[in-house]
């Protein structure tokens, strides 16, 4: 597992988890140092993440407990496509939080993006390149769900808006 990765399940851990995560309990999770852990956590506080240490742990008290999401409906061809369509999310102030595909046969598959910067977006289509992955959408003809995270309705509207006029967004 890289940073990166690491990073985005501390956070859905953190978002997840009832109560407070002290930092060895990631450092066992992950298989890193607690000093690794008090790095990560000190980069996802840059990233703007509102994450507390309390004597008991580490909870998460932002934002990100508050934010709307909701599931879309998208379809596209290309990595091209792809790439654009996360764009429009990110610079929008929103977050992809995952990828949901219906197989025929073998019922849903589902990856967990967090994909919320343009660097996220680079990183993600430059992993999917180099594993020589197709997308989960591939399995589908290109229709997939997405859980779109953003701060307020009106941008979560403003996403769905661009994605549906970039011809995207499946009604």
Do not use: C, W
């Amino acid at each position: 597992m890289n940073t990166v990765e690491r990073r985005k399940k501390i956070i859905d851990y953190l978002i997840k988890s009832k109560n407070p995560t002290k930092g060895n309990e990631f450092s066992e999770i992950f298989n890193v140092s607690r000093q690794v852990i008090v790095q990560d956590i000190a980069v996802l506080r840059a990233q703007g993440y509102e994450i507390t240490a309390t004597p008991q742990g580490y909870i998460i008290t932002g934002k990100e407990l508050e934010d709307f999401i909701e599931e879309i409906v998208s379809k596209h061809e290309t990595t091209e496509d792809i790439r654009e369509e996360l764009n429009i999310v990110v610079d929008n102030g929103g977050e992809v939080i995952d990828v949901t595909v219906d197989h025929p046969f073998y019922g849903e598959f589902n990856g967990k993006l967090m994909i919320k910067s343009r660097l996220d977006v680079k990183n993600f289509l430059f992993q999917m390149e180099e594993s020589n992955a197709e997308p989960l959408s591939k399995m589908n003809d290109g229709i997939h769900l997405h859980k779109i995270k953003a701060p307020s309705k009106e941008i979560l509207e403003e996403i769905k808006e661009q994605l549906k006029n970039r011809g995207f967004l499946v009604e």
